[in-house]
C-alpha cells in the first residue's frame, strides 16, 4: 500500500511539474452553485438559537466552490483515470451493476473504461471526494516546500512556548486539618512545631511541587484560588480543600521551562511542514480561481 501511495505521489507530482513547464493558456471556466446547493447551505447556516449566520454561510460558500475548483483541477490531471484507489472504487461499483443486469464477467479494464464512458468518476460522490483530496494532498508540492531548518523550529518553540514547555510550578508546605476550627486556634498560637504535632495525617505529605491543573484536580479549584493569591515564605489562614483544611506557605513558584529540544526537534519540524502545507495549498487555491468565474443563482 505504501508503495502504491509513493509511486502516485511521484506520479501527481510530475505531472504537475509539466503543467509548470507547459503552460497552455487556459480558457476561464464557470462554475454555477445552484439554487438547490445554496438552499442547502443556507440550512446549515443557523445557529442553535435559530438565527441566520451570514459570515458562516459565505465561508460554507465558499468551501463548495473551491471544492468545485479541485474537483475539476483532478479532471484536468487526468487523476480520475491515474488513481489505483478512484479505479478500484469504480471497478467494484461497474462489476456490481453490470452483474446485477446478468452480464457475463469482464475484466478490471472492461469495468474502469465502462465507468469512465458512463460518467461514473464524475458523478459518485466518494470518487468526487477522493480527487478533492488527491489534489489537496498534491498542491502543496507543485512549488518546492522549504526544510525547516535548526533556526527555524527553535523559532517555532519559542513563539509556542506554551506547547512545548513544562508547565509552572508551585512548591509548598502545607499542614493538614479535618476539621477547621482545629486549624483556626491552632494558627493564633504562632507555634509551627504544635501544629505539626497537631495536625491530622495528608495521605500527599506535607512539602508538595505541583502545577496549576494538578492542583486543582488534587485539591480543588477553590484552594488553587486561595494558593496563588498567597504571598512567599507566609503561611496562610486555613485553605478548604477537598479533603479538609490546610494552613499553607508558598515556598517558591517555578517558571515554566522549555522542553529539551531533542524531545520536541521532530515534533516541531512536522507542524512546521504542515503549516508551510497548508499555507502553499491556500496560495495555489488562489492561484486556480482566477482561471474560474463564479455564478450564484439567486434563491
Keep these: 500500500m505504501l508503495k502504491s501511495i509513493g509511486f502516485f505521489l511521484i ?3 510530475s505531472l504537475f511539474i509539466l503543467k509548470s513547464h507547459f503552460k497552455p493558456e487556459r480558457q476561464e471556466q464557470t462554475i ?25 454561510f459565505d465561508s460554507l460558500i465558499q468551501v463548495e466552490i473551491t471544492n468545485e475548483i479541485l474537483f475539476r483541477e483532478a479532471l484536468n490531471l487526468k487523476i480520475n483515470e491515474s488513481d489505483p484507489t478512484v479505479r478500484k472504487w469504480l471497478v467494484k461499483n461497474m462489476r456490481f451493476m453490470l452483474k446485477r443486469d446478468g452480464s457475463p464477467e469482464k475484466d478490471d ?5 465502462k465507468a469512465l464512458e458512463l460518467g461514473m468518476d464524475k458523478e459518485d460522490l466518494v470518487v468526487r471526494r477522493m480527487l478533492i483530496q488527491r489534489v489537496k494532498s498534491l498542491l502543496p508540492f507543485k512549488n518546492t516546500l522549504q ?15 506554551s506547547k512545548f514547555s513544562s508547565p509552572s510550578l508551585i512548591k509548598f508546605s502545607q499542614i493538614f486539618f479535618k476539621k477547621s476550627e482545629k486549624a483556626k486556634t491552632l494558627l493564633s498560637i504562632k507555634d509551627i512545631k504544635k501544629w505539626k504535632s497537631e495536625s491530622d495525617d495528608f495521605h ?29 515564605k507566609k503561611w496562610s489562614k486555613p485553605i478548604a ?9 508558598i515556598e517558591k513558584v517555578i517558571p515554566k521551562r522549555p522542553h ?29 480561481r482566477r482561471y474560474y468565474n463564479v455564478v450564484l443563482k439567486e434563491v
Excluded at 439554487?35 to 458562516?56: A, D
Excluded at 479494464?109 to 473504461?113: E, L, R, S, V
Excluded at 480543600?241 to 506557605?249: A, E, K, N, P
Aim: charged content about 35%; cysteine-free.
Design 241 to 249: 480543600s477537598t479533603f479538609g483544611y490546610h494552613l499553607v506557605r
Design 260 to 288: 529539551p529540544l531533542s524531545l520536541v526537534k521532530s515534533r516541531i519540524r512536522l507542524l512546521i511542514i504542515e503549516e508551510r502545507k497548508k499555507r502553499a495549498l491556500f496560495e495555489e487555491i488562489q492561484n486556480l
Design 32 to 56: 454555477v452553485i445552484s439554487r438547490e446547493k445554496i438552499r442547502e447551505v443556507r440550512e446549515k447556516s443557523f445557529s442553535k438559537n435559530g438565527k441566520f449566520e451570514k459570515g458562516l
Design 204 to 232: 500527599m505529605g506535607s512539602s508538595l511541587t505541583l502545577s496549576k491543573k494538578e492542583i486543582k484536580k488534587s485539591l480543588g479549584k477553590k484552594f488553587y484560588r486561595e494558593l496563588s493569591s498567597l504571598k512567599e
Design 109 to 113: 479494464d472492461y469495468y474502469f473504461k
Design 147 to 161: 526544510e525547516p531548518n535548526l533556526e527555524d523550529i527553535k523559532n517555532y518553540q519559542k513563539e509556542n512556548f
Design 11 to 13: 506520479l501527481g507530482t
